[in-house]
T-cell receptor, first 109, second 115 residues
Framework: GQQLNQSPQSMFIQEGEDVSMNCTSS?????WLWYKQDPGEGPVLLIA?????ELTSNGRLTAQFGITRKDSFLNISASIPSDVGIYFC?????????FGAGTRLTVKP | DTEVTQTPKHLVMGMTNKKSLKCEQH?????MYWYKQKAKKPPELMFV???????INESVPSRFSPECPNSSLLNLHLHALQPEDSALYLC??????????????FGPGTRLLVL
């Protein structure tokens, strides 16, 4: 299916910096999800959001479900080397799951 | 426990071979999925099973044949594949409740190489 618009495509940051990435869509979703994928592995669920306006944290990660239900962002605070990987957003509505193209994060020690 | 397991981890097969990929979850999830993922791309949905019945087939070629023997197991039977079918094949599962149906948990994947 059609991908979500995820940005940025890639990020190169210094250890300790904060990171922000987002996803937008022309369609409404009932669920927004953020996954992290390491090379050769399956995506690991980081945060699931179910309600417009919802702000949820998981350790150093914070994600929000946009009020319009057409967007979501993910913030990572105080990045560490193990944050390296590809982050995917996903939106779900009525058996329809769409993924963003991914944000490739590189963290320099 | 949010674990989905997949075997094998890696698979190399010729175009005339028949092989199967296996997926298992013990989270009581009643929806299970097969995805195909090419390098540097997001996962692409192939099949969805809900309560052991095939509910979605995303126009996948018949050389891929899914099977759901019971609520915990999902297989993907492969026959006469093409080199372009080489990819990471991911299994996922989710609850059947409307609110959390989209919250899918992925397995580690099977890296498939077709020669």
């Amino acid at each position: 299916g059609q991908q979500l618009n995820q940005s940025p495509q890639s990020m190169f940051i210094q250890e300790g910096e904060d990171v922000s990435m987002n996803c937008t869509s022309s369609s409404i979703f009932n669920t927004w999800l953020w996954y992290k994928q390491d090379p050769g592995e399956g995506p690991v669920l980081l945060i699931a959001l179910y309600k417009a306006g919802e702000l949820t944290s998981n350790g150093r990660l914070t994600a929000q479900f946009g009020i319009t239900r057409k967007d979501s962002f993910l913030n990572i605070s105080a990045s560490i080397p193990s944050d390296v990987g590809i982050y995917f957003c996903a939106g779900y509505n009525n058996n329809d799951m769409r993924f963003g193209a991914g944000t490739r994060l590189t963290v320099k020690p | 426990d949010t674990e989905v397991t997949q075997t094998p981890k890696h698979l190399v097969m010729g175009m005339t071979n028949k092989k199967s990929l296996k997926c298992e979850q013990h989270m009581g999830h009643r929806a299970m999925y097969w995805y195909k993922q090419k390098a540097k791309k997001p996962p692409e949905l192939m099949f969805v099973y809900s309560y052991e019945k095939l509910s979605i087939n995303e126009s996948v070629p018949s050389r891929f044949s899914p099977e759901c023997p019971n609520s915990s197991l999902l297989n993907l039977h492969l026959h006469a594949l093409q080199p372009e079918d080489s990819a990471l094949y991911l299994c996922a599962s989710s609850q059947d409740k409307a609110r959390t149906m989209g919250t899918q948990y992925f397995g580690p994947g099977t890296r498939l190489l077709v020669l």
